[in-house]
């Protein structure tokens, strides 16, 4: 028997990934081990959206190399973003790697590997398909929750970004095969499912049959055993007020919207390659809190974009004021080379994107405790996950509106159960409750 390991970084398509290459793999007899020192197949499902990513994955590729002293016949595999960004370069990085798989090649993992044991050599397979999404199983999670990815690529090309230089062009999956996907997950008990696409807004228009989000949320609306359904990531460009009534009537859709604005400067937008403007923003959201009820927002944001000024900065703590985000992922912006924004003048210190980080930081976190603090006695339904990481005696689960809630362990509860809890207390990033 030979068994694997993989290291996922990045995003929850990765996750998505890796568990399709999990199921491949255990297809050929390959088993699980939790012990990377006793694998003999390492695979590591990487990202290359920010440097401080690629630094770190680089760093555990280095830790691995003694495994390989001690165990010849070890293979090491880069899959994911950075093997599709860095291809063969990797080898010169790392020479103690075997396989470097592209974005688009997840599905020949078995071969690849016989081809490593057969011939003794490298390999690199990073071919771009931008016509075909293969049709991949998942390995089951053990959990109540799966990945779905219902399409790949984007086609935005935001100027900062890398993620249409290796995920390639946007393709979907056709409506059918979503819901046949969903409709087995429910028969297997599985109760929470999240859509994932890097733009999940211009799902099926590659179709060009008039099929979009929309058509695909309303497809999903009723499917026995799901009671909820996320999806990510939404573009406010892409998002029509049509897909925002469909999301309003599902009765399993969450009542939770991830909608990175990146910034709340007009002029850093245009320079972003964003397509909107503030006020366009800001009226869409308004648009989304009219029509789902008791919708929780989070967001996206950059800090540091070449140019962006004080008064740009200014804009933006004054857009997280405006709109009272429950929650906003912060990122110093990272220069990515084949990418225009790289090649911008007038790049920000990096002193100044700490300092503007921090101030951005500091504004979210008391919006978000006086959120939380405003759901205290009130009564929300939760699917319970399991034990707290810190704490035995402690259980947790999420809202609809992905609210983590943490609660005394109780007799009789299981993960999966879906029960009541009366908000006790509200921090910056958990709540406490009572199970009723
Ligand atoms: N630098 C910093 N943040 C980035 N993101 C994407 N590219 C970069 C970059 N070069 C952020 C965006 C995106 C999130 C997933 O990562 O905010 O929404
Ligand atoms: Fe990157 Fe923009 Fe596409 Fe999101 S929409 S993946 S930020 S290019």
Same mark, same amino acid.
């Given at each position: 028997?030979?068994?694997y390991?993989?290291?996922?970084?990045?995003?929850?398509?990765?996750?998505?990934?890796?568990?399709?290459?999990?199921?491949?793999?255990?297809?050929?007899?390959?088993?699980?081990?939790?012990?990377?020192?006793?694998?003999?197949?390492?695979?590591?499902?990487?990202?290359?959206?920010?440097?401080?990513?690629?630094?770190?994955?680089?760093g555990?590729?280095?830790?691995?190399?003694?495994l390989k002293?001690?165990?010849?016949?070890?293979?090491?595999?880069?899959?994911?973003?950075?093997?599709?960004?860095?291809?063969?370069?990797m080898?010169?990085?790392?020479?103690?790697?075997?396989?470097?798989?592209?974005?688009?090649?997840?599905?020949?993992?078995?071969?690849?590997?016989?081809?490593?044991?057969?011939t003794?050599?490298?390999?690199?397979?990073?071919?771009?398909?931008?016509?075909?999404?293969?049709?991949?199983?998942?390995?089951?999670?053990?959990?109540?929750?799966? =990945?779905?990815?219902?399409?790949?690529?984007?086609?935005?090309?935001?100027?900062?970004?890398?993620?249409p230089?290796?995920?390639?062009?946007?393709?979907?999956?056709?409506?059918?095969?979503?819901?046949?996907?969903?409709?087995?997950?429910?028969?297997?008990?599985?109760?929470e499912?999240?859509?994932?696409?890097?733009?999940?807004?211009?799902?099926?228009?590659?179709?060009?049959?008039g099929?979009?989000?929309?058509?695909?949320?309303?497809?999903?609306?009723?499917?026995?055993?799901?009671?909820?359904?996320?999806y990510?990531?939404?573009?406010?460009?892409?998002?029509?007020?049509?897909?925002?009534d469909?999301?309003?009537?599902?009765?399993?859709?969450?009542?939770?919207?991830?909608?990175?604005?990146?910034?709340?400067?007009?002029?850093?937008?245009?320079?972003?390659?964003?397509?909107?403007?503030?006020?366009?923003?800001?009226?869409?959201?308004?648009?989304?809190?009219?029509?789902?009820d008791?919708?929780?927002?989070?967001?996206?944001?950059?800090?540091?974009?070449?140019?962006?000024?004080?008064?740009?900065?200014?804009?933006?703590?004054?857009?997280?004021?405006?709109?009272?985000y429950?929650?906003?992922?912060?990122?110093?912006?990272?220069?990515?080379?084949g990418t225009?924004?790289?090649?911008?003048?007038e790049?920000?210190?990096?002193?100044?994107?700490?300092?503007?980080?921090?101030?951005?930081?500091?504004?979210?976190?008391?919006?978000?405790?006086?959120?939380n603090?405003?759901?205290?006695?009130?009564?929300?339904?939760?699917?319970?996950?399991?034990?707290?990481?810190?704490d035995?005696?402690? =259980?947790?689960?999420r809202t609809?509106?992905?609210?983590?809630?943490?609660f005394?362990k109780?007799?009789?509860?299981?993960?999966?159960?879906?029960?009541?809890?009366?908000?006790?207390?509200?921090?910056? =990033?958990?709540?406490?409750?009572?199970?009723?």
């Amino acid at each position: 028997m030979k068994s694997y390991y993989i290291y996922t970084y990045g995003c929850q398509m990765n996750e998505s990934d890796s568990e399709r290459l999990a199921h491949q793999l255990e297809s050929v007899g390959y088993i699980a081990t939790e012990e990377v020192n006793e694998a003999d197949l390492i695979i590591l499902n990487t990202c290359c959206v920010r440097e401080t990513a690629e630094n770190k994955i680089y760093g555990r590729i280095g830790e691995l190399k003694h495994l390989k002293e001690k165990n010849k016949n070890l293979i090491i595999a880069i899959t994911g973003c950075m093997a599709q960004k860095n291809q063969a370069d990797m080898f010169k990085r790392a020479p103690h790697i075997d396989i470097v798989l592209g974005t688009h090649n997840i599905q020949h993992i078995n071969e690849m590997v016989k081809e490593v044991q057969r011939t003794k050599k490298r390999q690199v397979n990073v071919e771009m398909d931008n016509t075909v999404l293969p049709e991949l199983a998942a390995k089951p999670n053990g959990t109540f929750f799966a =990945w779905v990815p219902i399409m790949n690529g984007c086609n935005k090309f935001c100027t900062y970004c890398i993620v249409p230089h290796v995920r390639g062009r946007e393709i979907s999956r056709p409506v059918e095969a979503i819901v046949k996907e969903v409709r087995e997950l429910g028969e297997k008990g599985f109760k929470e499912i999240t859509l994932l696409g890097q733009n999940v807004n211009s799902y099926g228009l590659d179709f060009k049959d008039g099929t979009d989000f929309g058509t695909l949320v309303d497809a999903l609306d009723g499917i026995p055993g799901i009671e909820r359904i996320r999806y990510m990531t939404s573009h406010p460009q892409d998002m029509t007020k049509a897909m925002v009534d469909a999301l309003g009537r599902s009765s399993n859709i969450v009542t939770q919207l991830h909608l990175p604005v990146q910034s709340g400067s007009d002029n850093i937008l245009q320079r972003m390659n964003r397509h909107y403007s503030v006020e366009q923003y800001k009226d869409l959201l308004q648009y989304c809190r009219e029509k789902i009820d008791g919708v929780t927002i989070t967001t996206d944001i950059i800090v540091g974009f070449p140019g962006e000024t004080e008064e740009d900065f200014q804009q933006t703590l004054q857009l997280l004021k405006d709109v009272r985000y429950d929650m906003a992922f912060t990122f110093i912006y990272s220069k990515r080379s084949g990418t225009p924004a790289a090649e911008f003048e007038e790049q920000v210190p990096e002193e100044v994107k700490r300092v503007r980080l921090q101030a951005l930081m500091d504004v979210q976190n008391e919006i978000s405790l006086e959120l939380n603090q405003a759901m205290e006695g009130k009564v929300y339904d939760i699917i319970v996950e399991g034990p707290s990481r810190t704490d035995e005696n402690m =259980w947790f689960g999420r809202t609809s509106g992905n609210k983590m809630v943490l609660f005394p362990k109780q007799d009789g509860l299981n993960v999966g159960d879906i029960v009541d809890v009366r908000i006790d207390k509200g921090q910056t =990033w958990v709540l406490y409750g009572t199970v009723l």
